[in-house]
């Protein structure tokens, strides 16, 4: 039974306020306003600014009396240069808050430019380790409202930015309670355009999210629902997404299932990111192929730790296998099904970085709530495996 796309316009208050459902961009003005902003810096990445559907959202902007200025110099995979850039126009044109629209690589440009704009410290005095966020001044962020162009990372609703080093080819987070967007519009006729290969990719960081995040040995079980629901969502909506693109239904599911990914995801993360966060800034490649790639490599690498968990899941999701061997088959039938490639090396990644990987990882921020503890060896066996295709799950 498939359900009236009009029926699922909603206004939610959680984690922030959300206005989702088809055609609430026609909405962006007014949210601009109830958030305070009168000038908006308008940031998103070159190649979405091309497509009428920024220049839309620009136009509602400007018949406004908003004016909004363009900033659109961003790379996927946004490196410190493009938020030191974007926070320099911010202050040239007297801007008051960012409408940061695209996938999260404008997202979260956007939301480290709102960040940065009225701080004195390097980008890098905050990245998320043990309390530097305090070191920000509260006064001196900008408030972002979030429009997300692919379903995948959840930026809309996060608290950190995934910003480059280019220096040294790593993936540095920069968190703050407050670069949560005060506002997000989530309507899925924006991703109506993400293609195939892309919605695949980008699906596949949504399901990396809600599994790492339930994965995690803590006690949150409203995070856990939260990611069970995800991943029925996804299992129900990616394959529709990837085959029929203009089905706006599967669109509003996958949107709806990446938000709550990384809602999941304040629980924390694991080994799929501590490995895809070095490889996609070493290799300029795109995170949640990288992260689909991962996978099944990953959930082999953590059975022994995540078998009970698995009992659980597998019965959620009413999978037709029960425990670990039921959600193995599902997600390698489904990364079959959206065409993941196999292996690392099919992307153009090898072994002559390995061992500049294998140290990130061990240190990445997602790699202390991985089940099963990161170690050296270990993570270099897993690398390899998932480089070569070794030991992928039954
Ligand atoms: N902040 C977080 O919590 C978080 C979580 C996961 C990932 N990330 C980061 O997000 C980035 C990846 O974001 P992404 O997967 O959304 O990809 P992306 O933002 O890099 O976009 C990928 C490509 O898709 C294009 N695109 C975007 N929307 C489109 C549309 N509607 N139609 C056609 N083309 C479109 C873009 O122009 C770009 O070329 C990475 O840098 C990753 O590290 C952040
Ligand atoms: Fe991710």
């Given at each position: 039974m498939t359900t009236d796309p009009l029926s699922l316009a909603v206004n939610w208050n959680y984690p922030t306020p959300i206005k989702f459902g088809?055609?609430?961009?026609?909405e962006l003005a007014d949210v601009c306003k109830v958030a305070g902003i009168a000038r908006p810096l308008f940031v998103t990445d070159s190649a979405l600014a091309k497509l009428p559907i920024a220049t839309a959202a620009l136009q509602l902007l400007s018949d406004a009396g908003l004016g909004a200025a363009l900033f659109s110099e961003i790379k996927p995979n946004p490196s410190a240069t493009n938020v030191i850039d974007g926070v320099a126009m911010f202050k040239r044109g007297g801007h008051d808050g960012v409408v940061a629209f695209g996938g999260g690589s404008a997202l979260d440009a956007g939301k480290a430019i709102a960040f940065m704009s009225g701080q004195t410290r390097p980008l890098w005095d905050f990245e998320d380790v043990g309390d530097n966020w305090t070191r920000a001044d509260p006064k001196g962020i900008a408030p972002t409202v979030a429009v997300p162009t692919t379903a995948g990372t959840g930026s809309e609703v996060g608290r950190v930015s995934v910003i480059t080093d280019e220096e040294t080819h790593t993936k540095r987070l920069i968190f703050h309670p407050r670069i949560m967007p005060v506002a997000v519009i989530a309507d899925p006729v924006l991703t109506i355009g993400v293609p195939s290969h892309l919605t695949a990719a980008t699906g596949m960081d949504a399901l990396a999210h809600c599994l790492e995040a339930y994965c995690v040995h803590s006690y949150h079980p409203m995070a856990d629902g939260i990611a069970i629901e995800g991943l029925r969502l996804i299992r129900e909506w990616l394959p529709v997404a990837c085959r029929e693109g203009t089905n706006i239904e599967a669109r509003a599911r996958m949107l709806t299932a990446a938000t709550m990914g990384a809602v999941a995801f304040q629980k924390g993360l694991g080994a799929i990111h501590s490995l895809s966060h070095p490889v996609g800034a070493h290799y300029g490649l795109h995170h949640g192929l990288l992260n689909g790639v991962l996978m099944p490599y990953v959930l082999t690498f953590n059975r022994t730790a995540i078998e009970p968990k698995m009992e659980v899941l597998a019965r959620s999701l009413g999978l037709p296998r029960p425990g670990y061997d039921g959600v193995a088959a599902w997600i390698n039938g489904l990364c079959r099904e959206v065409a993941i490639p196999r292996t690392l090396a099919e992307l153009g990644?090898?072994?002559?970085r390995a061992d500049q990987i294998v140290r990130a990882a061990l240190v990445d921020p997602t790699a202390p709530t991985n089940p099963i503890p990161l170690e050296a060896d270990a993570v270099r066996a897993l690398f390899i495996a998932a480089l070569r295709g070794d030991g992928r799950a039954p």
């Open positions: 088809p055609g609430r961009i026609a990644v090898d072994d002559s």
